[in-house]
């Protein structure tokens, strides 16, 4: 692989997705992925500025926080940009009052939020609540309105947990903008936007910041096509088609968080 | 409405929708549609042929023949051109063995094939079985073969019970071809080849052939693009808004069944 210095020139800021980059999920929480807690430390003393940029719509950003920092990471909930809050921004400044198809463990980011009389559906990462029953009662609020709005927690085709590939809310959004016959709202990787807030918030350009993430498309294609540089690694939902992408080529592939790292710290000019 | 008569000049055929036509499903089997009893037993006085197409695939032909007769309709299981016989004859024909994602009340149509080893997934509108958990088994098949294959029956988006919308198999096709980077292979309406099924077993051309439905897409448009006449009946899923959609026109608008076969036995030539 030529000129990592070259590649890596000019570098301030790293985002850092976490699921599958920092550790899987799975029963009990989840396993960091060998190296990466030593990874995510080296980096931050290292000069470069880190922020965390997720699409996780399960967890609360407080709850992501406590479970990353039993498994070591260092990390507090200001680092973190993640949907949700960042939904709830929308909603307020919109007047818009939503009909919630969310998982359960990411329901109380919500709180404060009038869910009267609902005239928009907000759908993340549901899981188990992506029951038929479910899907029909947000298609229901989607159809009476005049104007249906749909607001997405992400588009994340899939995610890997430890019993096994799982399909993420990507899947369902595709599924009632098509029975509806429109487009969603995305709020979340790869959406512009959301990769625009996540650079406000780590203080850099994006010409000047390096996403490291999993997923081709959301992380690597999304954060290329605002300027920033991308690496996949070979963790979490990485497959090896990845790296001949018909759409997306990565900046880099590195086989984990630790090498990436590595990488930075010895090429970027710093 | 200007030259019915001209609209209906040289009709052999007709192909009729099911479900929002003939009656609305619902608790206990489903209501027929006032005067469509009566319009079916018309029709079939009338010397044109009469054949029932439908994409049901909650219900095996021979008890969706058995509902329509409990609610007086005159019709026989050979009469119905539907989804699941017609995926049979593929599966059969390409050696293919499936992974069924569909409802209890079809499955028996699919006794006789083999579904060990599954080397593709047949979807159809497996209402309460869309499960998160179904989901993932019908994803998983999916992305462990090299050149995933994804059988829809129908793509239908929504459909109208008694107790309100519902989601149909399209929409969860959607989902999965999403999530997995493919095009599902369509056994059903709107598919050309399954247009051709019906007027084959008709015994017409599609030039001499007029389809009342009550999907704009799947009934009116399909039937167009396969160079058949096509009505839409304000009954079913019929919207206001059809009237006036982007993509399809249908050759006229009537109120109900009755109201149509009223038209066919007033101005077609026979």
């Not at 980096?43 to 609360?60: A, D, I, M, P, Y």
């Not at 990390?75 to 919630?100: D, I, M, N, Y």
């Not at 959004?173 to 979340?188: F, M, R, T």
Request: hydrophobic content about 40%; aromatic content about 6%; some cysteine.
């Amino acid at each position: 692989m030529a000129a990592w210095a070259e590649k890596l020139a000019g570098l301030r800021g790293v985002l850092l997705d976490i699921s599958g980059v920092l550790y899987d999920g799975g029963e009990g929480g989840g396993t960091a992925i060998p190296g990466s807690v030593d990874a995510v430390a080296r980096l931050k003393r290292s000069g470069l500025r880190v922020r965390f940029c997720t699409n996780e719509s399960q967890k609360t950003r407080g709850a992501q926080v406590q479970l990353m920092r039993q498994l070591g990471f260092d990390v507090s909930e200001e680092e973190v940009t993640a949907p949700a809050p960042a939904a709830c921004q929308l909603l307020r400044e919109q007047g818009l009052r939503p009909h919630l198809l969310v998982h359960e463990g990411i329901r109380s980011e919500f709180d404060g939020i009038d869910t009267s009389s609902p005239n928009c559906v907000v759908l993340g990462d549901a899981a188990e609540a992506f029951s038929f029953h479910n899907m029909n009662m947000a298609f229901r609020v989607l159809m009476e309105l005049p104007k249906p709005k749909l607001i997405a927690l992400g588009t994340g085709r899939y995610y890997k947990e430890t019993s096994g590939l799982m399909l993420d809310v990507g899947a369902y959004v595709k599924a009632l903008e098509y029975a509806c016959g429109i487009q969603a709202h995305v709020v979340g990787k790869p959406s512009p936007e959301f990769f625009k807030l996540a650079l406000r918030e780590l203080g850099v350009e994006a010409h000047q910041a390096i996403m490291i993430g999993d997923d081709i498309v959301g992380d690597v294609g999304g954060a290329q096509r605002c300027g920033m540089r991308a690496l996949q690694v070979r963790t979490g939902k990485f497959r090896p088609s990845d790296e001949q992408h018909p759409e997306v080529t990565a900046d880099g592939h590195v086989d984990n968080l630790a090498e990436a790292v590595d990488l930075l710290l010895k090429h970027a000019t710093l």
